[in-house]
T-cell receptor, first 111, second 115 residues
Framework: GDSVTQMEGPVTLSEEAFLTINCTYTATGYPSLFWYVQYPGEGLQLLLKATKADDKGSNKGFEATYRKETTSFHLEKGSVQVSDSAVYFC??????????FGGGTRLMVKP | NAGVMQNPRHLVRRRGQEARLRCSPM?????VYWYRQLPEEGLKFMVY????????ESGMPKERFSAEFPKEGPSILRIQQVVRGDSAAYFCASSPSGVAADTQYFGPGTRLTVL
């Protein structure tokens, strides 16, 4: 079945630092790829997505590029803020419509 | 446009009782998905439903768990005879039909605590 490997957290950064959260996946075919963000005590919010190879998803300063050759979808942001502190989930959507989630990466941004 | 609604937000049950979790999808969405999140873990797929049909229940435990999405009203996830291991956050997501079905939108979740 599909699977996701995310870098383990917590990732602790100072405000305005550069962020990279690595994500690699295994899936049948060419799935759509998603990043979701979960703030404490809340549900998941869609952050960005990409539906085919070389697509770049972007939102709120975050970016991720669909790399078919390396089956990766790394999340980046040039300058993080304290308000970005949350748990980030990478998730491919397979042929059966279900999302497969990794364990999530907790980001902590210090002022 | 209201998002995905779930209720209750918090539910406490004693072992052996039944838990009923409700999910109202976004307006115009006909696909519903249920996921479970154990503490400090990612979400795990449970079941995928369309109106009056279960499309994929490969993630549902074989016993005590059931789900429905009737023609009228919310989707219901039902857990009979709850045990402590059922304590988790249960999230519902919805998507529209067609090409736009690609993206799932999540509700705030129901946090079930079994005493």
């Amino acid at each position: 079945g599909d699977s996701v490997t995310q870098m383990e957290g917590p990732v602790t950064l100072s405000e305005e630092a550069f962020l990279t959260i690595n994500c690699t996946y295994t899936a049948t075919g060419y799935p759509s790829l998603f990043w979701y963000v979960q703030y404490p005590g809340e549900g998941l919010q869609l952050l960005l997505k990409a539906t085919k190879a070389d697509d770049k998803g972007s939102n709120k300063g975050f970016e991720a590029t669909y790399r078919k050759e390396t089956t990766s979808f790394h999340l980046e942001k040039g300058s993080v803020q304290v308000s970005d502190s949350a748990v980030y989930f990478c998730a491919p959507r397979g042929a059966g419509n279900m999302l497969t989630f990794g364990g999530g990466t907790r980001l902590m941004v210090k002022p | 446009n209201a998002g995905v609604m779930q209720n209750p937000r918090h539910l406490v049950r004693r072992r052996g009782q039944e838990a009923r979790l409700r999910c109202s999808p976004m307006k115009g969405h006909s696909h519903v998905y249920w996921y479970r999140q154990l503490p400090e873990e990612g979400l795990k797929f449970m079941v995928y439903l369309q109106k009056e049909n279960i499309i994929d229940e490969s993630g549902m435990p074989k016993e005590r768990f059931s789900a429905e999405f009737p023609k009228e009203g919310p989707s219901i996830l039902r857990i009979q005879q709850v045990v402590r291991g059922d304590s988790a956050a249960y999230f519902c997501a919805s998507s529209p039909s067609g090409v736009a079905a690609d993206t799932q939108y999540f509700g705030p979740g129901t946090r079930l605590t079994v005493l």
